[in-house]
C-alpha cells in the first residue's frame, strides 16, 4: 500500500496526492472524529492580519465568535495585529489558531523533528504572550499523514484548504475541510444564494461548514464583508449554530471535550 501510494504521489501535485493518500490509506484512530450529529458554521480568518478585525467586527456585532489563525513570527509586523490585539480578540471569546511560525509550508520543513521543534517553539511564545491555540490550520493547507501524526499530540484538530463541507462518519479531525469565501473562492461558483444552500443543507442534516477568509488579500472585499453579514444572520435565523472550531468539538463531544486519547493540552 505505501509503495504505491508513494509512487503515486512522485507523479502528482502535493494536495491532489495528499487528499489521495488520505482516502486511500484511512483514518487512524486518533484522527477519527467520532461523530458529526450537529451542525454548525465556522468562521476562519487566516493570517491574523490588521484586516481580519473587520471580520471580528462583524461577528461581535452578532455575539458570534470566530477564529484567527496566526503565525508568531509574523505577530505585530507590518500589516499584521499584535499580541495585544490577539489576546483583546482571545478575550472577547474567538479561538486563535496556530498558522506555522512563519508561514512556511509544513511540508517543506524536514526533518519531522525539526517540524516539531519549531510547533513547540511557537506555541511556547504565543503561551508566553497569553495566548492559547488548540487548533492547527496548516499554512497553505499542507499536511500528510506523516504531518498528521507528529502534530496530534499537540493540537486539538487540524484544518487544512481542502476543498468540502464535512460531513458523514468519514471525517478526519486533523485534515478538517474548508470552503473558500471571498479571497481563493472564485473557482467555486460563490454566489450569495450558493452559500445559502450550503446553509440550508447543513439545517435538514449533520453538516459542518467552515468558511476560510483571508480578509487581508486583495480578493476579499468589502462587499464580502458585508455578504458574510448577512449568511450569518441568515444562519442564524435559520438556528444554524456559527460557532468556533474548539466550541464545535465541545459540542460534538460534550462529556470529554479533549478526550481522543491523542491530544495532551499545555505539551511543550
Ligand atoms: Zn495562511
Redesign the pocket.
Known amino acids: 500500500m505505501n509503495r504505491i501510494v508513494n509512487a503515486i504521489k512522485g507523479r502528482l501535485p502535493a494536495h491532489f496526492a495528499d487528499r489521495m493518500e488520505e482516502r486511500i490509506a484511512g483514518l487512524r484512530d486518533f484522527e477519527r472524529l467520532e461523530s458529526l450529529d450537529l451542525s454548525a458554521l465556522t468562521i476562519t480568518c ?2 491574523g492580519a490588521l484586516r481580519d478585525q473587520y471580520i471580528v467586527s462583524v461577528l461581535d456585532s452578532q455575539n458570534l465568535k470566530g477564529v484567527i ?1 496566526v ?1 508568531p513570527d509574523l505577530i505585530g509586523t507590518d500589516g499584521f495585529l499584535d499580541y495585544a490585539a490577539l489576546r483583546d480578540i482571545q478575550a472577547r471569546g474567538h479561538e486563535l489558531a496556530f ?1 506555522g511560525n512563519d ?1 512556511s509550508p509544513f511540508t517543506d520543513i524536514r526533518p519531522l523533528s525539526k517540524l516539531t521543534d519549531k510547533v513547540a517553539d511557537g506555541l511556547t511564545r504565543l503561551r508566553d504572550h497569553g495566548l492559547s491555540t488548540q487548533t492547527v ?1 496548516y ?2 493547507g499542507n499536511n500528510n499523514r506523516r504531518i498528521r501524526q507528529a502534530l496530534a499530540p499537540f493540537f486539538r484538530a487540524g484544518v487544512s484548504t481542502w476543498f468540502g463541507v464535512n460531513s458523514g462518519k468519514r471525517i478526519n479531525r486533523y485534515a478538517i475541510r474548508r470552503v473558500p469565501f471571498g479571497a481563493y473562492a472564485s473557482q467555486h461558483a460563490p454566489s450569495e444564494h450558493w452559500y445559502r444552500d450550503m446553509i440550508d443543507a447543513a439545517l435538514s442534516e449533520p453538516r459542518w461548514i467552515i468558511l476560510m477568509l ?1 480578509p487581508s488579500s486583495t480578493e476579499h472585499t468589502p462587499d464580502h464583508t458585508a455578504m458574510l453579514q448577512r449568511l450569518t444572520q441568515y444562519a442564524r435565523e435559520q438556528g444554524l449554530p456559527v460557532r468556533s472550531v474548539s466550541a464545535h468539538l465541545d459540542a460534538l463531544q460534550p462529556a470529554s471535550p479533549r478526550d481522543n486519547g491523542h491530544f495532551q493540552a499545555g505539551v511543550s
Open positions: 487566516d493570517d489563525s503565525s498558522h508561514h490550520v499554512p497553505c483571508h
